[in-house]
């Protein structure tokens, strides 16, 4: 007989049909709390930038069991059922996911993108615009954090914090709700609350984040949520990925996502029993178990992801129910409902990621006559990009943002001040040089496309010890193009602003699993990109080699035979982790990259096109597009930052040296 978990229980068939023909109840208690199998119902506090007229949040554990009961204090203000059978209210959800920090994009020659308010002036307009029976809400579906440099005004540690920007950024903006994201504990749980309780005037929204020694349920985060606007009662679900949160960190080590599918099952009819219509805002991803679809080029492991949720919970209940989600940074329905996701009665939708979005769900909802008398229409609203370098009368002009695209009072009011604070942020010290006679501009810009680079080498060693604290482990190897290392450092004090100009990029950390047959392949190809001799002269190395050169960390070693030409150029002597390459050919590996270079490197081609850059002849480049990855999200600079501040002096001792990882032969 086979053995059954609680939790394959508890997301079976049986236990989906068990929480099918529960009839949730509700009651009032003097001195009400919530026991095992209910929810207790309090009064909250809308965001007064938000349109709900009353929030009432659910508290307990939505995880043991399936709700039975909810429970408020006797006397307490409930949601109150006030709508005519059949009067209708149309509500309109105005929403993005992952914006990632990206609220404006700061760019000194483009100009700055101003990308929520662009979002806020569509907002308030429709607001303005709405009819007696029509109501506008603005939500968040999670990871609101990790991505620009606007992070660095969390801080990593309570005396460095600024100001948490997303957060408080979408408090001015209206945020009516958000659900929380994986990469809202990327600088742990302890930052995560400080954030929350200073910034936030909106309810966060999780079903299945548990155990923090941070984040306390039914304090810093509720399980789901009813709005109430205009007679309308609005019942919210939040649900977190899984698979990507980072759980077991030695400062949260008890933090714990558990199933979304289960926390959804347990929860949707009681929050139903008390709703007219129903959001799940799931920061999930798009589809299940291994997927392919937005920033993925092959799949990825979404595991129980949104079309999960809709199957499990869609014959659960009869009022109309949407999902929004994030996550997987998928575009959906950008020309009208597809009807893919339509799944089991629920519209599932998603807005892409990084401000590029505004999505908008329209719905008629019709009092008291379910799912059989409300229809939906959606649409994305394209953010637009600022270019200031291109004038009136070029095509791409009314594609662009120009000055009345956006909301210039949010700007100026709520983005500007926090632009001021990030300058001040830019100047903090995260760390000391102690010798630069390798890592100076000079040497790194003269090295970086020719051989090895002390500077390389540093930030390559350290994003593998950083690794210890990914959320899948530590990774065996590591690599970074030299198109992306822009500058050096210099002795003494190192500040952000100098480590954000080495890095200025906001590459992510993407994680491809490797066989050593792959990785010398991999750097065969790289022999071919490498800056030959008989070019150095008439190059200018302060600019870009556009070729795709990569630098490696420690474990790997090899040494670049040149041959007379091109065509002969190839790796030899390769050693990995102190291995011949030849014993090694089957073993996999795991093996870090920046996300320009996972996604193929466009130009620089590792994406099976031919080697550019100048490079004489046709040789097809490695594809590494079809290796099997893990999108971490992390970003890289931020990682290797945060390693520098862990670390003492920067010198050969932390690994600012030349070890002879790479040599280049005739």
Known sequence: MSHVTRRRFMTSSAALAAAAALTPSFVTRANARAAAGEMLMVPGTPNPKGMFERLFLLKGDALSQPITTIVSEDGAAVPTRTLAPGERRVLRLMHFNDMHNHMTDLHKKKGDTHRLAQMVQRVNTTKAAAAENEIVLFLSAGDDHTGSVFDELLGWAPEEFVADAGYRAASAAGVDLAVLGNHEFDRGGEMLKLGIDKDADFPVLSANVHGSAYMTRDEDYVAAAIGEVKGLRIGFIGLTTAVDTRVGMEADPTLDVASPVRAAANIYKAVEAVSDVVVILSHCGYGRDMHASGKAATARKIGEGDFSIAEAIGGLGSKPCVLIGGHSHTTLNQSGIEADNMVNGLLLTQASANGKFLGEVAMSIAADQGRDAWFSSVALHAIKKRDDRVTEGDEKYASLEHDGDFDAGFEAEVMAPLITALESKLSEVIG???????????????????????????????????????????????????????????????????????????????????????????????????????????????????????????????????????????????????????????????????????????????????????????????????????????????????????????????????????????
């Open 432 to 666: 000391e040089v102690k010798d630069d006679s390798l890592v100076n501009h000079d040497q790194t810009v003269a090295d970086r496309y020719v051989g090895e680079v002390a500077l390389a080498n540093f930030m390559n060693d350290a994003l593998v010890e950083r690794s210890d604290t990914f959320p899948s482990g530590r990774v065996d190897f590591a690599l970074f193009n030299a198109t992306g290392l822009s500058t050096g450092i210099n002795k003494g004090p190192l500040t952000f602003r100098e480590w954000f100009d080495v890095m200025p990029y906001a590459d992510q950390v993407d994680v491809a699993t490797v066989t050593g047959a792959q990785i010398r392949d991999i750097l065969n190809s790289n022999a071919k990109r490498l800056l030959r001799g008989d070019e150095v002269d008439g190059t200018d190395l302060g600019g870009f080699v556009s070729r795709g050169f990569l630098h490696f960390s420690s474990g790997i070693r090899y040494r670049i035979e040149q041959g007379s030409a091109v065509s002969e150029a190839k790796a030899v002597d390769i050693t990995l982790q102190g291995q011949p390459i030849n014993a090694v050919l089957d073993k996999s590996y795991t093996l870090a990259f920046p996300t320009y270079i996972s996604l193929g490197a466009f130009g620089e081609t590792w994406n099976g096109k031919p080697i550019g850059g100048g490079v004489a002849g046709e040789f097809s480049s490695f594809d590494v597009r079809r290796l099997p990855w893990e999108h971490t999200g992390l970003v890289y600079r931020n990682e290797v930052i945060a390693a520098i501040r862990a670390m003492g002096p920067i010198d050969a001792a932390t690994g600012a040296k030349l070890d002879g990882r790479l040599s280049v032969s005739d």
